[in-house]
């Protein structure tokens, strides 16, 4: 089945110590997204990719990196975790085109000690 | 900027029973598409239905179906004949069909507990 995918399920890093997530997709789909959500709060989007175009958004801080090596995969870099960055992240695509829903990955949990 | 409003932090229906989660959205566009998504504890968000801002047709999947009203900027979900499985988060959320948009955005998410 056609679907995306996030490794490591969970990850547990230290404070200060980088770290990395991945995302894959089966779907072919142009548009990647990375969201941060903490606990029962709606996803805070971070950043999108259409194909290789970058969207940041403005409050997104400098510590989370993304990048995009081709169109099935995608990376979350954190460079120096905070205690405040303990959240799930969820990777999404999408195919771009008007009124495309998104199709989201199982999240990652992140803990920081 | 668009926003998202979800005024329902938690619901609670008893089982086979019918409830209504109330969203309602802020836009100056004519054109949109509005989603509701469920997340179930621990696992994957899922879509459950979708609403074009142009159709006046209610959108209906199964026991899943939408009361749109385009002029009172109202996106409600009713949930027919509640089962245990139904149990999850429940996020409203709005996209533009502005080309080169690509953002959905979300609300702030219902809780709904169904009672056995």
């Known amino acids: 089945d056609a679907m995306v995918i996030q490794n490591p399920r969970y990850q547990v890093t230290q404070f200060g110590k980088p770290v990395t997530l991945s995302c894959s997709q089966t779907?072919?789909?142009?548009?990647m997204y990375w969201y941060q959500q903490k606990s029962s709060q709606a996803p805070k989007l971070l950043f999108h990719y259409y194909d290789k175009d970058f969207n940041n958004e403005a409050d997104t801080p400098d510590n989370f990196q993304s990048r995009r090596p081709n169109t099935s995969f995608c990376f979350l870099d954190i460079r120096s975790p905070g205690l405040g960055d303990a959240a799930m992240y969820l990777c999404?695509?999408?195919?771009?085109?008007?009124?495309?829903?998104?199709?989201f990955g199982p999240g990652t949990r992140l803990t920081v000690t | 900027a668009q926003t998202v409003t979800q005024s329902q932090p938690e619901m609670s229906v008893q089982e086979a029973e019918t409830v209504t989660l109330s969203c309602t959205y802020d836009?100056?566009?004519?054109?949109?598409?509005l989603f509701w998504y469920k997340q179930p504890p621990s696992r994957q968000m899922i879509l459950v239905i979708r609403q074009e801002a142009y159709k006046q047709q209610n959108a209906t999947e199964n026991r899943f179906s939408v009361n749109f009203q385009k002029a009172a900027k109202s996106f409600s979900l009713k949930i027919s004949d509640s089962q245990l499985g139904d149990a999850a988060m429940y996020f409203c959320a709005y996209r533009s069909v502005r080309s080169g948009t690509y953002k959905y955005i979300f609300g702030t998410g219902t809780r709904l507990k169904v009672l056995a």
């Open positions: 836009t100056s566009e004519s054109d949109y598409y």
């Open positions: 779907l072919n789909h142009n548009v």
């Open positions: 999404a695509t999408s195919r771009g085109g008007q009124g495309h829903e998104q199709y």
